[in-house]
């Protein structure tokens, strides 16, 4: 077990947050619920404080902290996927009910989180030994929004 987690700061959220991102991928769940014992900036007394979650094994903290602070790209969650289904599902998932679509595979869920969902074969297509092939590639993914293998492939081989 990692002796780093991220800790992701809501206004209120958290429960529900955990509960959505834990939904998303294998090897995932809530691990524990604290509740708040005093009514605090965090919330009052019996509503949720700290919810501990794991996602698809990595350890992370969801936090009722009071005042709602804005994500930026600066911080973001990469998942790798690896076949088109896979990017499909979870980009699907994560924008639904209020995210938002970005480029080049990022998006901003509902909860103002920042994600990358990225195809496996991305770095093949991007840093494979055909340079020319690797820059069509790199101008495809720079037009897209959510990542679609097929094409990356096609722009690379030349097609």
Known sequence: MSKISPCLWFDGEAEQAAAFYVSLLPDSGIDTVQKN???????????VLVVEFTLAGQRFMALNGG??????????FKIDCTDQAEVDRLWDKLISGGG??????????RF????QIVPTALPKYLGGDDRA????AMQAMLQMTKL?????ERAYEGG
Do not use: M, N
């Open 133 to 136: 092939g690797a820059q069509r």
């Open 37 to 47: 014992t005093v009514d605090s900036p965090a919330g009052k007394a019996g509503s």
């Open 148 to 152: 679609d293998i097929a094409a990356l």
């Open 112 to 115: 103002g989180l920042y994600w």
């Open 67 to 76: 005042t709602r602070f804005e994500y930026t790209h600066a911080v973001s």
């Open 100 to 109: 938002q679509p970005e480029r080049c595979g990022w998006l901003r869920d």
